[in-house]
């Protein structure tokens, strides 16, 4: 199995990609994630994180077969 | 309740008469309806703005929208609630969100769609860029807190 | 800025898309539009209700309405404003009141909104009396605020 | 000159008149005009008065020409 990490707005343009994946491996916090793709990018002030299309704090376990979503604060409405 | 989540150009009005005809034509223990519609402006941060694209992350916008009316269900007593959203590309004046909500008494039919629009707002994965005068296109970087600002 | 009594049952939608095509068909600077409806319910105080009569006092009650409205834009930055108020015979479901603000921003729409309808239904001198379903008719005796109950 | 006086909606029914009209003679309070045509009959609590459309206090004066009004609490909207 494996872990689907995904970019949004802003960010998806700063890195220049929309997708990563990930074989899973062992658990893993979502700062951990982000760091695996990113190596030496901090990840920029106010970046939203979420697991499974929920909020999650960067410290958050993931497990096998998680969705994970990095993106800037939202402007709708 | 329902959400709706649109690429093409919407008339609220068609679509609020279009969904209360559905839903309750005959309910009579309606008796107040709150609307609020937000529209594109031509002008935004100290810049004109020629058209903007609304980006979303489609799942999670509408995962994190139910949760929210799921909340103002809880804490208000609401009959129906309807929030419609634009994404892709718009123009000034065009409508970028309704949200409707159907309750028998005002005060929870206001503060319902209030608190919808504010969580709405700061929780839905949508995001804005726009497209200035002079062609060049930027990002709207957060919105503000409607309660205390504008 | 409109203020209109009308005797015959109105269409709210109708009546706001009339007054926007005529009064700002193109302005870019609305970025929010809120819109309240009353509508008559077929219950109240325990009692269903059969239909309404409303009546007013011509004159003072558009006077009222101005100045309630007039207060409004003192309070927060408003674009426009339309008040629809129904007078004499009316029947569960039919529209009796609407008011639509039209703003940049979503705090002013919100809140001026609901100040008007809270005012209106305090300071403008219309009297409900309802023929119940037993054909006895009373008078409604009081409204609440909207502020703090429902 | 004189005064109108007009009573609206469950005052009306109550006292059976929609309107009266006084000759002005004097200066007089709105608690005054109501007496004068009320004879013996309180105002009923909650009763609201107007001068010329606008609110006004029952100790308010009135002057020649003013059309006053009475009616109970309003409930419209």
């Known amino acids: 199995m494996s ?3 995904r970019y949004f707005a802003s960010l998806k343009e700063k890195i220049g ?47 096998d077969g998680d969705e994970v979503a990095f993106f800037p604060p939202v402007t709708g409405g | 309740m329902a959400i709706q989540i649109k690429t093409e150009i919407f008339d609220p009005f068609e679509e609020i008469q279009a969904y209360q005809k559905k839903k ?5 223990s309606i008796g107040a309806s709150t609307i609020f519609i937000g529209t594109m402006r031509d002008f935004n941060e100290g810049a004109p703005i020629k058209s903007m694209t609304l980006d979303y992350y489609p799942g999670m916008t509408e995962k994190q929208l139910d949760k929210i009316i799921l909340s103002a ?12 959203h634009r994404v892709g590309h718009i123009l000034p ?3 970028i969100v ?10 929870d039919a206001y503060e319902a769609n209030r608190f919808i629009m504010e969580r709405l707002k700061s929780e839905a994965p949508f995001w804005k860029k726009e497209l200035l005068d002079n062609n060049q296109a930027r990002w709207v970087i957060k919105n503000t807190n409607g309660y205390t600002s504008n």
């Open chain 1, 3 to 5: 872990i689907k990490v």
């Open chain 1, 17 to 63: 990609r929309s997708e990563d994946t990930l074989p899973y491996l062992k658990p893993m916090t979502i700062y951990e994630v982000w760091h695996h793709f990113n190596v030496g990018t901090t990840i920029p002030e106010n970046t939203l994180a979420a697991v499974n299309m929920d909020y999650a704090s960067l410290d958050s376990l993931i497990k």
């Open chain 2, 24 to 28: 309750f034509a005959d309910i009579k």
């Open chain 2, 98 to 107: 309704l949200v409707a909500v159907w309750s028998s008494h005002r005060g």
């Open chain 2, 73 to 84: 269900q809880q804490q208000w007593q609401l009959i129906d609630c309807l929030v419609i």
């Open chain 2, 93 to 95: 004046n065009e409508p």
